[in-house]
Structures are given as C-alpha cells and as structure tokens.
C-alpha cells in the first residue's frame, strides 16, 4: 500500500492474522466500536488504548492473548476511530470513562475483567481499579504513572511540568484543533514518530492511523486531556489487584523516576523496566507480551 492510500475500513479487517470481528455496542449512552476475540467462555481481558491510539494499538497483542485462550474486547474509547464522539467536555472525564468500561464488562455477561491499559488508557485503567476495584481481576499498566504519583510530580519536578507542556497546550481553544489538523494531520504523525523508536510506526500504519484520525476529527481526543482536568481524584489510592507495570525508560513525555513510585502504591506490584524502549514499549519489545500473559495466567 503506499502512503498516497487511505484503507477503506479501520475496523477489525485491518487484522488479518487473528481470528477478531467488530461489533458496536450501546455502552454508557454512546456507541462503542469494539473489537472482540478469543473463547467467549474464556477469561475476559480489555485492552484499553491512548492518544493518539485506536484500538489497533494492542495488534502485537491479541493474537498471543487470544491463543493463551483469554476473551478480549478491545473499544475504541470514546471520541476515537469509529466510536461516537460526544460534544461535551465532561463527557471525557474519568468517571465517564470508568463508566464505558464498566458497561462494557456487563455487555460480555462478566461483573469484572483483567484490565489491561497503555498511555491515557491506562489512566482509565488506574481509576477503574481505584473506583471500583471488585471490577479489576488484575491490573496491566504500560507507561503511565498512577494518578497520585502523576499529580504529585507535575507540581513539584521540573523535568516533568516540561515534559507535560503538550497537556497545558491542549487546555487552549480550538488553537491545538487547528495545528494538529493541518497539512494532513503532521504533527499528530509527529507525535507518534518523536516518541518512539525509529521503525516503531511503518508508512503503511501511519496511513492507518491517519484514516482512524479522519473518522472522529482531533477534537474529542483533545477533549480528553480537558475532560482528565476536570476530573475527581479517587477516593483512595491503594491498589489492591495483582498489577503489571511495564515502562519503557526513553519515555520522551514521563519521567521514568514515576514508574517505582507507582508500584508502592501497589499491594502486589511488579515493575519491569525495559532500557531503551521508549512510550510504545508493548511494540518495541516481545518481553512485554510475555511478562503480560504470565501476569494473567
């Protein structure tokens, strides 16, 4: 495919080494996209992307979780790709996140699930477990700190309020809207090229991701950033499920000091550290696949 090409379809098609099929679901008062695999009796496990992710973030994965013999469903959350888009701001907050997730575990006839995030999907994650932790079977996180260690790190180290200067940004009106739509969307390939290692994202996906961009438009995925502002902080922030955390020490937006303070937030923590793996450490490195289905099983 050359890069002049735009797929006709962002949906499960685009996974042809899987078993995998689409379906939409009502969830939370908007339609989901959400793409669905493996044993329908086996043991459910979502996988929640980020930004600017859709749900082709988790491809490395789902053959190897569908093969272990998981049941995954893995959204477009909200605002992304091929699911509904709300205008509102608030519709972006945590708590309304944590909802879709939650209705979307009910929509499999499960009352809880292995919750599996990367990036702000692992924002979602974090919260679901702290918010409703009979929810959580078990807890994988890829490169995003927990709420409380974020929070406490952008007010008080100076590598990090630097790093974060895009989430400030994006607090603005309609001006991140513009820079990032124009001249076809180049700076949002810029984000995916700057913050990971060369040959991570191929021309052909790159195409891709640019066809999931065009179905939503830039705006409701900003609105998550602005939705996360708003949002509550947990009530507690504790931890209590077996957690996985995964960090890629190149990180160009985290500190990599964030990721241990995380696991002491933890009852059952694990960290593994991957050098030279950078914010899409679950492409970059196969170990990161394996650590988590040993983690799930």
């Known amino acids: 495919m050359s890069t002049t090409e735009i797929p006709t379809s962002t949906d499960a098609s685009l996974l042809t080494n899987c078993d995998v099929e689409s379906t939409y679901r009502e969830i939370n008062g908007v339609q989901l996209h959400v793409v669905a695999a493996g044993d329908p009796e086996g043991p459910l496990v979502v996988l929640l992307h980020g930004h600017p992710d859709f749900w082709y973030g988790w491809r490395d994965?789902?053959?190897?979780?569908?093969?272990?013999?998981?049941?995954?469903?893995?959204?477009?959350?909200?605002?992304?790709?091929?699911?509904?888009?709300?205008d509102r701001i608030d519709a972006y907050r945590q708590s309304e996140l944590c909802a879709d997730v939650r209705e979307l575990i009910h929509s499999e006839g499960r009352e809880s699930a292995h919750i599996i995030g990367h990036d702000f999907g692992a924002f979602v994650a974090w919260n679901l477990a702290l918010r409703q932790p009979s929810m959580v079977d078990r807890l994988g996180i890829f490169n995003v700190p927990h709420p409380t260690v974020y929070r406490d790190t952008v007010r008080s180290n100076?590598?990090?309020?630097?790093?974060?200067?895009?989430?400030?940004?994006?607090?603005?009106?309609?001006?991140?809207?513009?820079?990032?739509?124009?001249?076809?969307?180049?700076?949002?390939?810029?984000?995916?090229?700057?913050?990971?290692?060369?040959?991570?994202?191929?021309?052909?996906?790159?195409?891709?991701?640019?066809?999931?961009?065009?179905?939503?438009?830039?705006?409701?995925?900003?609105?998550?950033?602005?939705?996360?502002?708003?949002?509550?902080?947990?009530?507690?922030?504790?931890?209590?499920?077996?957690?996985?955390?995964?960090?890629?020490?190149?990180?160009?937006?985290?500190?990599?000091?964030?990721?241990?303070?995380?696991?002491?937030?933890?009852?059952?923590?694990?960290l593994r550290m991957f050098p030279s793996a950078s914010h899409w450490v679950h492409h970059e490195r196969e170990e990161v696949t394996e650590a988590l289905l040993r983690h799930l099983s």
């Not at 053959?63 to 477009?76: I, K, N, Q, T, Y």
């Open 61 to 86: 994965q789902i053959p190897s979780l569908v093969d272990a013999g998981f049941r995954l469903v893995v959204p477009d959350q909200r605002g992304c790709n091929l699911s509904d888009a709300p």
């Open 158 to 270: 100076f590598r990090q309020i630097a790093r974060s200067w895009y989430v400030w940004f994006y607090q603005v009106p309609k001006l991140p809207e513009w820079l990032l739509s124009r001249n076809d969307m180049g700076n949002m390939v810029a984000t995916l090229e700057i913050s990971s290692n060369p040959g991570t994202f191929d021309n052909e996906t790159i195409t891709r991701y640019k066809a999931a961009w065009r179905h939503t438009g830039i705006e409701p995925r900003i609105n998550w950033y602005r939705g996360f502002r708003r949002s509550e902080s947990p009530s507690c922030d504790t931890v209590t499920q077996s957690t996985l955390i995964c960090w890629g020490k190149d990180d160009i937006g985290l500190v990599p000091s964030m990721a241990k303070k995380s696991a002491k937030y933890c009852d059952n923590g694990q």
